[in-house]
């Protein structure tokens, strides 16, 4: 058995990984660019980030390492596309390379368009009318986004358009120029080939994901865009509540399932069976969010019964005392937990049911009976210790169902939990915070299956790894 | 098996197959066999909601001609046909028929109507004539609440029977390579193996990796061009493994070290990666996914369809770990068919019947994520229906029962419907009641 623990605890580490990847990949392909995002600044305004702060920021950030311990790429691909600066200038260089091949003329041809954007901004305000300066610098920054030959043309011509040959304007109509002749170079000298070549590109530990992940595992999640404060502060704040109710709703849930379960396997086939399996049923088919839906609307609302408040946990008054504080919680707490609990626990009722029904099948429950040992030691003593087994494993299947039904109620009744924050971030495109939430609620249930597995060994020692 | 059985007892039931004896214990059990008529009778509406809840009439006579505009609507979209020049303005009801047939609710879904705005069922509205009562009541912009649901009612199919189908592509598939192989059945020679995964890093490199703009221009076309896209880069892929195994076949035979067969773990690989998958809880990775992308329906039913595919997968597992064993397996390849025509025409067929189980439950549970991610307004774009999204409005005005009560009902019972007849073909399934 021992053996089997120590099989079970090493394949533990694997399977994290893996997970630890799939998110990484979520985060990276991500929309927009995390150091804007970070910044706080919007990357299409007026006022962009100065490339030194963003460079500053990117550092920060570890986003000048190359993303993964390996990649496989073309041979068209420089290995050092991650070190330009924006990821939005990545994406267009990504885009020349794939169709021209030739990083050299396109590197030419970007620095090009760099140095236009530096100049735009030493044109002397006098020197063009307005309207064509604010034209010619839209029309700058676009290059850096367009990869179309179309497109790029079009550009070229409305810069042509605007730029009159005035001596301050001389060297923007130099450079224009320059830029022209280097993307001409570009798209007449291609070399397509070498974007069909694979090649493989090893970079060591020093990359993204290994500093990503080797934080997470010390509990550095980084910073929320929102707040931009530490992720872990924040989820300190919220785990407790969401950790109280899904401990509160757990032992509700055995508490009641299991004498349920069992009284309608003994009472099978009767009227009170049905009964309760039907309701059971019910229960179980019960869109949680449709329930909770159905009691915010009709018991929280002036315009119906007014029995309830309809969102948060209460605020109790800081001098109130403990059973003040508990009276107010628990009134704001008794729909929530309700509609948390029941699914699961029509659900585990249901399994109770199921297995004990088929261990009173089973020949020694009968033996039990015959030789006159009272029905109710046949249920409490000789039968519950097998049909509780399944019941056991169901312990982890109830764990990734608590962290789904804590995103439904928290979100339903504005309790400041994990599912509520995972929420937020969603809606707010708050990416690090979505990331962390998902390995979170990965290893919280990978911890759960490991526990369960062990436990299920500890009872049954039937149970070998194959 | 008890097939056998009954042959020998009984002419009669000579052509009783597997199937027939299932639907008979199926028959039995009451409550899930009208089930499977409601839902029959629900996927009729969802195929007809064109015809049952539209702003055009079914038939109608104008300025002396005759026309079926919904029919006239499918030409329409698929380019078959145009509008005459009288349908292209103005609204249909307001226009001067001389003869009309209209349908039983005359309102699309998005259609506006500023007269009755949050309306109830039981109000009084302001309308032409009873059939334009807006009988389960409007919106704040009038829109009608009953059309909605029957529209909803072919999302809610159409996300249930898409996700499941993507499912269950990749789960008999994994699930039956993992089963019938196991640890130890698939052999390859060194060479092959060797060459394989260079094949498969070079397919994904020439399939996906080279062609990832133009997949993602696709998508950005429109999803059908994505699927075409998607689906080219998996012929290339297959391609190269396939030229990759010729090649190893043939170097085999003249390099006698390269020939040596090894076992490929197949079973140890797909179950880890079927646990690797029920790690994530199913709600938060679907949360996470649809966070990054676009909205978009289909993206919907793709992404609960390619993550709903593990209990399929265990339980045909499970179901081939035994068929493997059985005689006529082991007499298939004993007469040297190849051990893919073993698998797909011997082995699979024989151990769907559980994985019809997994794909009732699996329609109620995809119906019920897609209701929850449309009632949070994430993945489903603005303009579609959803019946998760009439659900919500009720948040937002909470005096409008009927937007709480309808469309949460209608979540409900198609819940309930899948969830009985997956209990009913457990239930007949199952071989502990045959005894």
Same mark, same amino acid.
């Given at each position: 058995? !021992?053996?089997?623990?120590?099989? $079970? ?54 986003? %000048?390492?190359?993303? !993964? ?49 530096? @100049?735009? =901004? ?16 839209? #029309? ?13 043309? #079009? ?19 130099? =450079? ?28 060591? +530990? ?76 019910? &229960? ?42 508990? *009276? ?8 929530? &937990? ?22 009173? $099948? ?22 519950? *210790? ?44 708050? !990416? ?35 | 098996?008890?097939?056998?059985? #009954? ?9 009783? /197959?597997?199937? /027939? +004896? ?9 409550? @899930? ?105 409007? %919106? ?109 076949? &043939? ?56 993550? $709903?595919?593990?209990?399929? @997968? ?76 009439? =659900? @919500?409005?009720? $948040? ?9 009560? !309808? ?17 009913? &073909? ?5 071989? *502990?009641?045959?005894?």
């Amino acid at each position: 058995m !021992f053996k089997y623990i120590l099989k $079970r605890i090493l394949i533990f580490i694997p399977t994290l990984l893996v997970i630890s990847v799939m998110v990484f990949l979520l985060n990276m392909y991500a929309p927009g660019d995390p150091v804007y995002s970070i910044a706080g600044i919007d990357p299409n305004s007026s006022k962009p980030l100065s490339p030194g702060a963003y460079n500053a920021i990117k550092k920060e950030l570890g986003l %000048d390492l190359p993303t !993964f311990y390996f990649t496989m790429s073309s041979k068209a691909y420089p290995d050092t596309l991650h070190r330009i600066p924006k990821k939005e200038h990545q994406a267009t260089l990504s885009r020349l390379i794939n169709s021209y091949g030739n990083w050299d003329e396109i590197r030419a041809y970007h620095k090009s368009v760099e140095k236009m954007e530096v @100049a735009v =901004l030493d044109i002397p305000r006098d020197s063009l009318n307005p309207k064509a300066l604010i034209k010619i610098k839209e #029309k700058v920054r676009d290059l850096y986004r367009e990869y179309k030959d179309d497109k790029i043309q #079009k550009n070229f011509e409305i810069t042509d358009k605007f730029i009159t040959s005035t001596p301050s304007t001389m060297v923007m109509k130099d =450079l224009i120029d320059e830029t022209k002749a280097n993307y001409a170079a570009m798209v007449n000298n291609p070399t397509k080939w070498k974007t069909k070549v694979p090649t493989f590109n090893w970079y060591g +530990y020093k990359n993204q994901y290994h500093t990503w992940f080797s934080k997470f595992i010390r509990f550095d999640f980084g910073k929320s865009y929102q707040s931009k404060r530490p992720i872990s502060e924040e989820i300190g704040e919220r785990i407790f509540w969401t950790m109280l109710i899904s401990f509160i709703s757990i032992i509700l849930t055995y508490v009641i399932a299991i004498p349920l379960g069992v009284f309608s396997a003994r009472k099978k086939d009767t009227t009170a069976d049905s009964v309760v399996t039907t309701i059971l049923f019910i &229960l179980y088919s019960l869109p949680s969010f449709w329930i909770a839906t159905l009691l915010i609307v009709f018991l929280c609302q002036p315009e119906y019964l007014n029995w309830f408040p309809p969102y948060g946990i209460g605020d109790p008054p800081s001098d109130a005392g403990f059973f003040e504080t508990f *009276r107010i919680r628990s009134y704001h707490l008794i729909l929530p &937990l309700f509609c948390w609990t029941y699914g699961s626990l029509a659900f585990l009722s249901r399994q109770m049911r199921g297995g004990m029904l088929s261990v009173l $099948r089973q020949d020694y429950v009968r033996t039990a009976r015959a030789k006159g040992v009272e029905e109710r030691k046949v249920i409490w003593k000789h039968s519950i *210790r097998n049909s509780l087994l399944p019941v056991i494993t169901l312990f982890g299947n109830i764990f990734p169902l608590m962290i789904s039904g804590s995103i439904v109620i928290e979100i339903l009744f504005s309790l400041p939990g994990m599912g509520q924050y995972l929420y937020q971030a969603i809606v707010a495109q708050n !990416f690090p915070v979505v990331s962390t939430i998902v390995m979170m609620a990965a290893l919280l249930t990978m911890i759960g299956y490991l526990v369960v597995d062990i436990l299920y060994a500890v009872v049954d020692p039937r149970i070998t790894f194959d | 098996m008890f097939g056998k059985k #009954k042959k020998s007892v009984q002419n009669k039931e000579e052509k009783q /197959s597997y199937w /027939s +004896y299932v639907a008979r214990q199926f028959k039995k059990n009451k409550r @899930a066999l009208y089930s499977l008529y409601v839902v029959m009778f629900l996927a009729v509406i969802a195929l007809l909601a064109d015809f049952i809840a539209n702003e055009k009439p079914i038939v109608c006579k104008y300025e002396g001609k005759v026309y079926m505009p919904v029919f006239k609507q499918y030409a329409v979209s698929l380019g078959l046909a145009k509008w005459p020049t009288a349908f292209k303005n103005g609204d249909w009801k307001d226009k001067q028929y001389d003869f009309v047939v209209w349908p039983p609710v005359p309102y699309l879904p998005n259609n506006l109507d500023y007269k009755s705005r949050w309306v109830g069922p039981f109000d009084k509205q302001d309308v032409k004539s009873k059939i334009w009562r807006h009988w389960l009541g409007s %919106d704040d912009l009038g829109r009608d609440v009953l059309s909605g649901m029957i529209h909803g009612t072919r999302i809610a199919f159409m996300v249930g029977i898409i996700a499941m189908g993507i499912a269950c592509i990749i789960g008999i598939f994994l699930g039956a390579c993992a089963g019938y192989f196991g640890d130890t059945g698939l052999e390859l020679s060194r060479g092959g193996l060797m060459l394989n995964i260079i094949g498969i890093l070079l397919g994904f490199f020439y399939g996906f990796y080279s062609r990832s703009y133009i997949m993602s221009d696709a998508f950005g076309v429109s999803f059908g061009k994505a699927i075409g896209a998607f689906f080219i880069g998996i012929l290339i892929f297959l391609g190269i493994l396939i030229i990759v195994n010729l090649i190893s076949a &043939l170097l085999n035979k003249f390099i006698p070290f390269l020939a040596k067969r090894v076992a490929f773990p197949v079973d140890i690989a797909i179950t880890r990666l079927i646990e690797v998958i029920n790690s994530i809880p199913l709600l938060v990775l679907i949360l996470a996914i649809v966070a990054i992308a676009k909205p978009s329906i289909f993206l919907v039913m793709a992404v609960i369809g390619t993550v $709903r595919w593990t209990g399929i @997968a265990r339980f045909i597992r499970a179901e081939l770990l035994r068929v493997r064993r059985l005689e006529y397996i082991e007499a298939a390849n004993a007469l040297g068919f190849s051990q893919m025509r073993t698998m797909f025409k011997h082995a699979i067929p024989n151990s769907l019947s559980p994985v019809f189980i997994a794909v009732a439950f699996g329609i109620a549970s995809a119906i019920l994520i897609e209701s929850f991610l449309s009632f949070l307004g994430l993945g489903v774009p603005a303009e579609t229906i959803t019946w998760g999204k009439m =659900l @919500a409005i009720s $948040r937002t005005n909470p005096s409008a029962w009927w937007f709480a009560i !309808f469309p949460g009902l209608a979540i409900f019972i198609t819940v309930t419907l899948f969830n009985l007849i997956g209990e009913g &073909l457990t239930d007949a399934l199952d071989p *502990r009641l045959k005894q």
